[in-house]
């Protein structure tokens, strides 16, 4: 038996920082949603994104290197989430926000097998499956409650599992700082764009409000957070497959219904905790079944 840890065991540990990190973006994202357009929070996202990745590259004198065609659709598809996941916020609560996006390992999975030809064992879906199971258990869906809002947070997951497969599919990508840069300045163009033809819409998500320089340092905070989740997800992906570490996003939703009770008052009640339970236990099954396969 080998006890130095493998590839796959490090990319589970990057996602399982990245998990318990990504929540504060929607947290701070909420928050920012009662004085900011979604548009709007997500143009400073990527405009900070862009400028903290540059001195920060600076700083620990990484390269960024040249552009890349694939930067445009990888900015596309994760700006695209960011916007539906922060107009949804403006609706629903946090954690119910989360478990709709939940969906998304789901389709990450089936994109894998398609895509990437990944051998998906019957364990692996059980894991998927049961997580899902406590996220609906979480979230009890009901149509009624939420109306047409529910459907953003799936819009944001279908896009998130296309930019991850993305990254997946793109074996010359090796240098996160340089994917982070460009993301962030063709996603501030593209958001630019928008927001210019808009303004003279009454479509309220996205508009550009006043600014108010007392939530810079709110804003500030949303982008390094969201880069610091990024670059974990991207080495996380660089160490393991994309379908073995699904089912650790599914463990966002601790963390997010800590944030919504403490900042939002959603107190969760007794079957939040069971879901929350089933979740954690789906996600330790997998790094069982992975150990295993390596033993």
Same mark, same amino acid.
């Given at each position: 038996?080998?006890?130095?840890?493998?590839?796959?065991?490090?990319?589970?540990?990057?996602?399982?920082?990245?998990?318990?990190?990504?929540?504060?973006?929607?947290?701070?994202?909420?928050?920012?949603?009662?004085?900011?357009?979604?548009?709007?929070?997500?143009?400073?996202?990527?405009?900070?994104?862009?400028?903290?990745? &540059?001195?920060? =590259?600076? !700083? @620990?004198?990484?390269?960024?290197?040249? *552009?890349?065609?694939? +930067? /445009?659709?990888?900015?596309?598809?994760?700006?695209?989430?960011?916007?539906?996941?922060?107009?949804?916020?403006?609706?629903?609560?946090?954690?119910?926000?989360?478990?709709?996006?939940?969906?998304?390992?789901?389709?990450?999975?089936?994109?894998?097998?398609?895509?990437?030809?990944?051998?998906?064992?019957?364990?692996?879906?059980?894991?998927?499956?049961?997580?899902?199971?406590?996220?609906?258990?979480?979230?009890?869906?009901?149509?009624?409650? &939420?109306?047409? =809002?529910? !459907? @953003?947070?799936?819009?944001?997951?279908? *896009?998130?599992?296309? +930019? /991850?497969?993305?990254?997946?599919?793109?074996?010359?990508?090796?240098?996160?700082?340089?994917?982070?840069?460009?993301?962030?300045?063709?996603?501030?163009?593209?958001?630019?764009?928008?927001?210019?033809?808009?303004?003279?819409?009454?479509?309220?998500?996205?508009?550009?409000?006043?600014?108010?320089?007392?939530?810079?340092?709110?804003?500030?905070?949303?982008?390094?957070?969201?880069?610091?989740?990024?670059?974990?997800?991207?080495?996380?992906? &660089?160490?393991?497959?994309?379908?073995?570490?699904?089912?650790?996003?599914?463990?966002?939703?601790?963390?997010?219904?800590?944030?919504?009770?403490?900042?939002?008052?959603?107190?969760?009640?007794?079957?939040?905790?069971?879901?929350?339970?089933?979740?954690?236990?789906?996600?330790?099954?997998?790094?069982?079944?992975?150990?295993?396969?390596?033993?």
């Amino acid at each position: 038996m080998n006890s130095s840890i493998t590839d796959s065991q490090k990319g589970m540990i990057f996602m399982l920082i990245a998990v318990f990190v990504i929540p504060f973006s929607d947290a701070i994202g909420k928050w920012l949603s009662s004085t900011y357009s979604p548009m709007q929070i997500t143009f400073f996202r990527f405009v900070l994104q862009a400028i903290l990745i &540059y001195f920060l =590259a600076k !700083i @620990l004198r990484k390269q960024i290197r040249s *552009f890349k065609m694939i +930067y /445009l659709y990888l900015a596309f598809f994760i700006s695209s989430c960011m916007f539906f996941i922060f107009w949804g916020l403006v609706y629903l609560p946090l954690a119910n926000n989360i478990a709709l996006f939940f969906i998304e390992p789901l389709i990450l999975t089936f994109l894998s097998i398609i895509f990437l030809k990944e051998k998906i064992t019957r364990s692996l879906i059980g894991v998927l499956v049961v997580g899902l199971i406590g996220t609906m258990i979480i979230i009890r869906p009901n149509w009624s409650a &939420y109306g047409t =809002a529910a !459907i @953003l947070p799936i819009l944001a997951a279908m *896009f998130y599992a296309l +930019y /991850l497969m993305t990254i997946r599919v793109s074996k010359d990508i090796k240098d996160s700082f340089t994917m982070h840069f460009w993301i962030g300045i063709v996603a501030s163009v593209i958001i630019s764009i928008i927001l210019l033809f808009t303004q003279t819409s009454d479509f309220e998500m996205v508009s550009f409000n006043e600014l108010d320089h007392s939530l810079w340092w709110l804003v500030f905070l949303l982008a390094v957070v969201t880069i610091v989740s990024q670059l974990l997800v991207s080495n996380a992906l &660089y160490y393991a497959n994309a379908s073995s570490i699904a089912s650790f996003q599914y463990l966002e939703i601790i963390s997010a219904t800590l944030l919504g009770w403490i900042i939002f008052d959603d107190i969760p009640d007794n079957l939040t905790i069971l879901g929350a339970i089933i979740v954690i236990a789906s996600g330790l099954y997998l790094i069982k079944v992975e150990r295993k396969k390596k033993d």
